[in-house]
């Protein structure tokens, strides 16, 4: 059931798992005993089961990631092996560059879905492609260096960059409805797209809370630094003397 979602069977070892209600590690999700009777682990802290989304369809999960709750990401970020987010990093890419690609179309844009497609053999779709991938390694190079600068090096705790990667770059699902917007264009679009990018910086602060086990303050700063560095350097590259778009679109 849950291949459907994108779950692979990676074993995890003991001790890797995490209690979605209180975060407390756990040894084990659940115990599998005959006849294909599994019953599910009762955390010793909270003393609720561990993980209750093992049991529930991935149309449910989907919906409670989308709510942002907080059960909902432990389960996605700790107690699965959902290894995709290389891939649905460059899918977000594409999805950012050809709204950017549709910006600069102006009047000459067409609604035709297929337009896509012809868009991939122009070199200014990979020049947008080469600026929306710079702007997400500043952001989350923003969010990563703040993170280990507040508690790696202030309050000498332990961080797992790796990990935070990885969540940061799965909260970024909220890009693929850049397409749908940008293909059923109307008046409200810029409000669409505002809403859409507000969304994801929700889903990212929701992530680094869930990771570090944070207050709300601490996961909202890193992610706003995030986005002043993803600002500073989209000024930048219009703004130098040789401008990078420039160069992407061969004006």
């Keep these: 059931m849950l291949a459907a979602f994108g779950f692979t069977g990676r074993r995890m070892e003991k001790g890797d798992f995490r209690c979605v209600e209180c975060n407390e590690k756990s040894s084990e999700l659940h115990r599998d005993y005959r006849n294909g009777i599994l019953k599910i682990t009762i955390c010793g802290s909270c003393q609720k089961p561990v993980d209750r989304y093992i049991e529930y369809d991935p149309v449910i999960i989907l919906i409670d990631a989308i709510l942002c709750k907080t059960q909902a990401f432990r389960h996605i970020l700790f107690n699965t092996s959902l290894n995709i987010h290389w891939k649905l990093c460059v899918f977000c890419l594409l999805c950012e560059a050809y709204l950017r690609?549709?910006?600069l179309q102006g009047s000459e844009?067409?609604?035709?879905?297929?337009?896509?497609?012809r868009y991939t053999k122009e070199w200014e779709f990979y020049g947008m492609f080469g600026l929306a991938a710079l702007e997400l390694a500043a952001f989350c190079g923003g969010v990563l260096w703040?993170?280990?600068?507040v508690v790696g090096f202030l309050r000498g705790g332990t961080l797992e960059l790796g990990l935070l990667l990885r969540a940061?770059?799965?909260?970024?699902?909220?890009?693929v409805l850049l397409i749908p917007a940008v293909i059923w264009e109307h008046d409200y679009s810029p409000l669409c797209l505002g809403l859409i990018?507000?969304?994801?910086?929700?889903s990212n602060s929701q992530a680094v809370r869930v990771i570090l086990n944070s207050s709300r303050r601490l996961a909202l700063m890193a992610v706003c630094l995030g986005l002043l560095s993803e600002t500073c350097v989209a000024q930048a590259c219009h703004k130098l003397p040789w401008s990078l778009q420039d160069v992407f679109t061969f004006d």
Excluded: E, M, R
């Excluded at 844009?109 to 497609?117: E, F, G």
């Excluded at 703040?146 to 600068?149: A, R």
């Design 146 to 149: 703040f993170l280990w600068l």
């Design 101 to 103: 690609w549709s910006h």
């Design 109 to 117: 844009q067409s609604s035709d879905p297929a337009d896509i497609i």
């Design 168 to 175: 940061l770059l799965l909260s970024c699902y909220g890009k």
């Design 197 to 202: 990018k507000l969304f994801v910086l929700t």
